[in-house]
Structures are given as C-alpha cells and as structure tokens.
C-alpha cells in the first residue's frame, strides 16, 4: 500500500529541541514531499526534493531542515525555530507515467511538551 | 498563487443518500483536480481524480464534475455507507506535479447508519 515508511508514528518534543522524522519509499520515485497537517486545514508544503542532492522550500519551511542523501531516504528535521511544531506530518513520493499520483506515507504526529 | 476553498466542512448525511462536496479554485491555469480521502490518523489516499479536458468521471460510486468556466468542481458519492465517513481533500494543480498541489481545506463526511 503505497511503500511509503515514515517514523516514529508518534514523537514527543521538549521545548528547544531538534527532532528528525524518517521517510523512506522503495518505489523507485526521484521526487519526494513533505506536508504538515493541522486540525481543519488542508496540507502545507514544508519542503520538496525532485531529484537527489536536491530540494526546495515549499510554502512554510521556515523552522524545518531536509537532506537527500540517498533517492530512497527524505529526513525531515523540525528544529527548535519552529514555533508552534505541533501538527501531523506527511511524507509523499511522486511517480511518474502514472499521471505524476502522490503517494502519501502514514504520518507522524509531533506533540511538544 | 493558486487558492482552494472547500465547502461544507462538515457534511451528515443518512446511510443510501448521495453527498456532494465542492471546491472553487483561483488559478484558470490548473488542469488537475485530485480528490483524497483520509480517515482519522491515516494517510490520505487518492480516490478520484480529473483533468481539465473532461467535464466529468465516474469510478462506481463516486464521480467528480469540472465547470472550468466558474472555476469549480465537485465530488459526488452516492449510496453512502458508513466506511464512506472520513476527511475529503480536494486539490489543484497546473501541471498534475505534487510541487504545485494547493489543497483544501477538507470535508468530514459522516454518514449516519
């Protein structure tokens, strides 16, 4: 369903602390997305990689970090700038020559504490 | 950039009657229109989806209507059942890439057995 893997389902945060949710696909997809998810909203674009060694800020990167290292791997990071960190975050992978469907990953709820 | 707005934000309705959700978008440019559902602390996952040279889609139950012209489209269930109840996002999109995914801001549909 999807190959999509994204962990920790669910994480804790203190306040000022760094904190680094997984997503890995083996669909073989280049591009890869990060969203987060809050009550009566619709998803927000945090960052996006459409190619290894490369990504770009979505609409609210402000406070998040990634990397793409390995095509398989996406890591969001939501560092201690990130104000209100609390949300559901989505990891999604993008195929191609199947009308570009998103596939989206599990979810990872970040509670601050 | 683009802007969707999704309405009702909540819709009951009683087990065998039909649901209708509707979304407005701003960008005349856009020429996909996916519709996702999510149920509670899942991923969302693609259900219907349209492009902006058919006018509408069927796939069993549910179809998705586009007017281009007044810049809205709708998803329609019919034969509700329970497991139809969860969160509706639609989406818009110019290219059909998930880069450029604005996405409402959901229905909770519930259906009353």
């Known amino acids: 369903d999807g190959g999509i893997t994204q962990s920790p389902k669910y994480l804790f945060r203190k306040e000022g602390q760094n904190v680094t949710l997984s997503c890995e696909q083996n669909?073989?997809?280049?591009?890869m997305y990060w969203y987060r998810q809050d009550p009566g909203q619709g998803l927000r674009l945090i960052y996006y990689s459409q190619i290894v060694n490369d990504f770009q800020k979505g609409d609210i990167a402000e406070g998040y970090s990634v990397s793409r290292e390995k095509k398989e791997s996406f890591p969001l990071t939501v560092t201690s700038a990130q104000k209100n960190p609390t949300a559901f975050y989505l990891c999604a992978s993008e195929g191609r020559g199947d009308g570009n469907t998103i596939y989206f990953g599990e979810g990872s709820w970040l509670t601050v504490v | 950039g683009e802007n969707v707005e999704q309405h009702p934000s909540t819709l009951s309705v009683q087990e065998g009657d039909s649901a209708v959700i509707k979304c407005t978008y701003s960008d005349s440019a856009s020429n996909y229109f996916p519709w996702y559902k999510q149920e509670l602390g899942k991923r969302p996952q693609l259900i219907i989806d349209i492009r902006s040279n058919v006018g509408e889609k069927k796939d069993q139950r549910i179809a998705v209507t586009l007017n281009k012209t007044a810049k809205h489209f709708s998803l329609h269930i019919t034969e509700t059942q329970p497991e139809d109840s969860a969160v509706y996002f639609c989406?818009?999109?110019?290219?059909?890439?998930?880069?450029?995914?604005?996405f409402g801001s959901g229905t909770q549909l519930t259906v009353l057995p």
């Open positions: 669909l073989n997809h280049d591009a």
């Open positions: 989406a818009a999109s110019r290219s059909g890439s998930a880069r450029q995914l604005t």
